[in-house]
């Protein structure tokens, strides 16, 4: 058995904003797999609240609450957006 090491693609289809709160993201995998979704704010945006700054997000530190698996997967703390994707190249929406 050949284990899969290499990340799979993502396509951006489309974005847009919905109503003054909700953006709904359209994506595509060049693989099956689980697509994950989470808001950041905007380095130096002065209402940070449960969410990592962009710049704050990184993959080095599992401990951190802004690495970038644990905080885009989500806590019991806020929200989870997520998507199964089991077919390449199909169009799902978070």
């Known amino acids: 058995w ?4 290499t990340p799979p693609t993502i396509v951006l289809v ?11 993201i359209v ?4 693989e099956p797999g689980t697509l994950w979704c989470n808001a950041a704010v905007e380095s ?3 209402e940070i609240g449960i969410y990592c700054e962009a710049g704050q997000l ?8 802004c690495y970038f ?4 997967k989500g ?3 806020h929200t989870v957006f997520h ?3 089991h077919l390449a190249y199909m169009e799902y929406v978070i």
């Open 2 to 5: 050949v284990r899969d090491h």
């Open 44 to 46: 130096g945006d002065a």
């Open 14 to 24: 489309r974005s847009e904003a919905i109503d003054h709160e909700t953006l709904q």
């Open 75 to 77: 806590t019991a703390s």
């Open 69 to 72: 698996e644990t905080y885009i």
């Open 58 to 65: 990184q993959d080095t530190d599992p401990s951190n609450p």
């Open 83 to 85: 998507s199964e994707a």
């Open 27 to 30: 994506l595509q995998l060049n």
